[in-house]
């Protein structure tokens, strides 16, 4: 048995009395908070956690930004998923930071980003990415150290910015100057790598996908919940009726995934299939994209419910994708027609249209996570959440002044319901959330202190 996975068992057994997990078959479990553990709660807060949803291309800014700043401000109109969610008083819109930028937008944009360090030419070395440093930390508290998921990847083979590697263009997340962490874009697999496997579970890296995870167990073709149903039938004769009805929608809810996830892996397709549908041919991935941005989604919020991880990333698409979204009526490719605006107002309003959609499909996470308790509070209450792109304006590739939505309080140790008015390099939000986290960093890149206003 590897060393993480030795102090991961550690960790939880000591908690088992007050977290129960379901185990069997390679698949490892934790059940939502009930009320049965009131007793046995140990702490006032849960663990903390972080998630990363990543935009691309940048943002229509003049939609993005809010009107006035600290807590007397208006969310802007690409915020309304925000208002309508009611979570205006769980986030703060972090305006005038500026990312590392480079020669080249769309590569150095996306290479630098979460690192703070410029990309160099004819070179596949970057630095580590915070969301790593974090990772790092807490190595060995859960089974895979980060999860980083998406739905494609840049395979511009040569990259279209000449003399530069489309190892920095397609990776925004690295464990080092040499490992980038590339993003998992198959739900079916994604699944395997959050939840199967597990007893199998060697030596790995644990960033993102560990030994001895394969793509296609007998444990996923086998419901995961028939493995542990025994297990929970016994816990169930303990519990009270609120809470036999909580761990029945929670088991509903897993079983419902998976379902979606084994008919998207028979049928080719990346949507669920009604009865009346035809399979036929595969559909074309755009027709079906929010569908698999919803399971991958799903998926992440699985994983860190069930503590499978606490530190994830999606990644929408990738930083010149020319998907049309159609669904939205933006009937035109994303990069070349909608981000390099040429300040064109149909071309701004699709912009805002596409970024406003997206900051929705970053609501339904934070909404999830807001309905799960996690001592005190909510998991969203005790982590942090950051939607982010790599660009501010997609136009001119600008890095100055970029988009930060930050969800989530590190349970109160950062400030929420305002807009922050920052200054200087973006590193010094994250050194603000890492300190929040409870990681001990006191500089990141270029910035020496966190950003001023955010911590409480």
Known sequence: MSNSRERWLESHLKRVK??????????????????????????????KRLFLFHMPAGCNMTA??????????????????????????????????????????????????LTGVQCASGSTNNSISWDQVVAQ?????????????????????????????????DNLNWSSSTAPLSREIDPVKAFTRAFGGMSTMGGGTGTGGAAGMTDATPTLRK?????????????????????????????????????????????????????????GAPPSQTNDLPTHVKVMLDIMINALMCDVTRVGTFAYEHTTTEIRHTWLGVNVGYHS????????????ANYATVNQWLVSQFVYVLQALDKI??????MLDNMVCMCFSELSDGNSHSNQDMPVLLA????????????????GSIEGIYVAIMQALGVNQTSFARAKAPLSGLLA
């Open 373 to 378: 308790q996690d001592g005190d509070g909510t």
């Open 223 to 279: 419901s995961v919940l028939d493995l542990v149903m025994s297990q929970s039938n016994d816990l169930k004769a303990k519990l009270g009726a609120s809470d036999k009805e909580k761990l029945d929608q929670y088991l509903t809810g897993l079983s419902e995934l998976e379902r979606t996830i084994k008919t998207m892996s028979t049928t080719g397709q990346t949507g669920p299939v009604t009865a009346s549908c035809n399979p």
């Open 18 to 47: 007050r977290r129960w997990f379901l185990a069997g078959g390679g698949a490892l479990l934790a059940l939502p908070y009930l009320e049965f553990f009131q007793e046995q709660r140990a702490y006032a807060a849960g663990p």
């Open 137 to 169: 930390a807490w190595a060995g508290q859960t089974a895979l150290t980060s999860l980083e998921l998406g739905t494609t990847h840049n395979t511009e083979n040569p990259n279209a910015e000449s003399g530069y590697s489309t190892v920095l263009k």
């Open 337 to 348: 027609n909608v981000t390099h605006h040429n300040n064109d107002p149909t071309a701004l």
């Open 408 to 423: 989530g309080s590190a349970g109160g140790a950062l400030q929420t319901g305002r807009a922050i008015a920052g200054s």
């Open 64 to 113: 993005w930004k809010p009107i006035g700043t600290g807590t007397g401000f208006t969310l802007s109109s690409t915020m309304k998923p925000v208002d309508d969610a009611g979570l205006k008083p769980k986030v703060a819109v972090v305006t005038g930071t500026s990312a590392i930028g480079g020669p080249r937008g769309h590569t150095c944009g996306i290479s630098g980003v």
